[in-house]
């Protein structure tokens, strides 16, 4: 079950709430009135929050780890950037090589400088004239890796949606578990601890560290599943 | 006195220690044998340190403002995708706007999220069907400022010159003071506290905090002025 919007067929807005309606639709189609527990990730996440705040009696509880009521105002910014180079690429017909620097960028949102600064602390070195310093390699890679799966309308739609997100804390009543990650640069420890005061229901926050930033929850599966052990246990 | 390449006219990788081997020819042709001080930031602090390890005898004293004997890993990888845009507008015949967009990339690495916090904290709007994020029209007029003054091989020339300093602080013997700025994400704290730790002689720091981070030596005034005052009072 994709996102509204992954597939680049739809070139408007999304907002998160229409992914939470989206979802709840499909939840009619099935037959499904009430679900045991929402979990999500990033992006994820923010849509969690969106239907506990919107369908809210079709849910139990909510784990929402390194996503956000809102989008904090420097990582927007970055998005935007990202959004230009895109256009930048779009217009000048050389779209995938720009949907690949965007990626990068986005890397870059995602991880930590002490993960650079362990993995990539060599020397810039001189090639054919120019300068190329040690993460080039690697973070082309990941452009390239994206931009072969990913169009560049799918990309910016749902960049735009991040930053489309606003939800109510006191609106999400359903029991909820913030995960925050100390090192995200992306989604701030402060913005969680926000959102954490602000529900309107039983809420918890976790904070793990991870040197992934963002990222942790792809990378710190152990730590994540005793999360979500400790946060579903009464579930299963 | 401009720094090698600034102009545009040298399309050829410039280390920092070209840039201080430069400034002692200038000396040279004043007939200047020996300065009291180098007071440099940023990149000029980048020079400084090399003037100081590859002419040391020619100076009595350094400060050094959020500039560093090494680039960081995470900011070598952030000025390298800068880079890359550049290239992107160049081979696509878009430069002016690519350049506006590379120092729009450059605009974040210098500032800080807490500084973005406090002026973009509006929510995003949607105009001709796209998002539009509330920093986007300062990111665009410092983008196109630059671009309209600066050019591309200037920029790139000057962006590499960063990523190829590499100084041996040991072989900084001068008396030193090191600025930093602790909110600084392009010149980490960590970065200048090893340089102190390692300098070849009487070495001192003093850390500013400030949410213009890496930008501070511009904006706070009074607080470099006493930081001056205090470090050159003696050639006063």
Redesign the interface.
Same mark, same amino acid.
């Given at each position: 079950l994709d996102w509204l919007g992954a597939d680049g067929s739809l070139d408007? !807005?999304v907002d998160p709430a229409d992914q939470a309606d989206a979802l709840a639709a499909v939840l009619d189609r099935l037959g499904v009135a009430r679900i045991e527990a929402f979990v999500g990730a990033s992006y994820g996440a923010m849509v969690g929050l969106q239907f506990a705040a919107r369908h809210g009696g079709r849910l139990a509880k909510l784990v929402a780890i390194s996503g956000a009521h809102r !989008?904090?105002?420097?990582?927007?910014? @970055? *998005?935007? #950037?990202q959004r =230009? /180079?895109v256009a #930048? &690429?779009r %217009?000048? &017909?050389?779209v995938s090589?720009?949907l690949s #620097?965007a990626r990068? @960028?986005a890397m #870059?949102s995602y991880r %930590?400088?002490e993960e650079?600064?362990r *993995?990539?602390?060599e020397?810039?070195e001189?090639v054919s &004239? =120019? /300068? *190329?310093?040690?993460?080039?390699d690697y +973070?082309a890679h990941c452009g390239r890796r994206y931009a072969a799966r990913w169009c560049s309308t799918a990309f910016l739609r749902l960049s735009?949606s991040i930053? +489309?997100q *606003?939800v109510d804390p006191a609106a999400v009543t359903v029991p909820t578990t913030v995960v925050a990650v100390a090192e995200d640069?992306l989604v701030?420890l402060a913005d969680l601890q926000a959102l954490v005061e602000g529900l309107g229901g039983p809420a918890r926050l976790r904070v793990l560290r991870s040197e992934f930033g963002h990222d942790a929850f792809l990378k710190e599966d152990a730590a994540i599943a005793r999360l979500l052990r400790e946060s579903l246990g009464e579930v299963a």
């Open positions: 408007a !807005p !989008p904090h105002p420097y990582a927007s910014a @970055w *998005r935007a #950037l =230009q /180079v #930048l &690429g %217009t000048e &017909g050389n090589h720009a #620097l990068q @960028w #870059l %930590t400088p650079f600064a *993995r990539f602390d020397p810039a001189c &004239g =120019q /300068v *190329r310093t040690a993460a080039e +973070l735009e930053d +489309l *606003r640069r701030p």
